[in-house]
């Protein structure tokens, strides 16, 4: 068995540049916000504690202060990480849909082809991706139409033909070619 010989590298990283690129780009402006915010908590939540109550007068030992500062820190780190997971994962499904929308109706359009069906063009929203691959399997449906008008064109005058005039083996060949031309349509 042939050994497999396509090996990942950086000019094959890139299937598809521009949704890879828009996708990591997304990915990195959610991250950087989520460690400005966890950052702002974290120093809101120091300087709160710091400056509130009973602490900045020196009453409280500096272990009651610390357990107080990571409790708090603890539980709004928490809070902005889940609200950031649950950003991100509705954003990651909206901008998969752009790809994912495109690659399922290929799928049923190819389906359909291959049950010897001419389906209708491919019709994308406006920020899907494969626009270019949609345009290109649309000319390929254009030419299956035009190539089956053509064939129902050529039965039709085949029809007309006054095959009963013609010599009876001929004729039967005739509608034997005319059966099969008809099966292909």
Not at 23 to 39: C, G, N
Request: net charge positive; proline share 5%; charged share 25%.
């Amino acid at each position: 068995m042939p050994k497999y010989q396509h090996k990942r590298s950086v000019k094959t990283l890139l299937i598809d540049p521009q949704m890879q690129k828009e996708y990591t780009f997304l990915m990195v402006i959610i991250l950087f916000i989520s460690a400005i915010v966890i950052s702002v908590l974290v120093n809101w939540t120091i300087r709160d504690t710091m400056m509130s109550g009973p602490y900045r007068l020196g009453k409280i030992s500096p272990y009651e202060v610390m357990s107080s500062i990571n409790y708090l820190i603890t539980v709004r780190v928490t809070i902005a990480l889940l609200v950031t997971i649950v950003v991100s994962a509705f954003l990651s499904i909206k901008f998969l849909h752009r790809v994912g929308g495109p690659i399922y109706r290929f799928r049923v359009t190819l389906k359909q082809i291959a049950k010897g069906q001419i389906p209708s063009n491919i019709k994308l929203r406006t920020n899907d991706f494969y626009k270019d691959i949609a345009d290109e399997i649309n000319k390929v449906l254009e030419l299956m139409r035009s190539k089956k008008e053509k064939k129902d064109q050529i039965v039709l005058e085949i029809q007309k033909l006054p095959l009963g005039q013609l010599p009876p083996e001929t004729s039967q060949s005739m509608k034997q070619l005319l059966d099969k031309l008809k099966q292909e349509c």
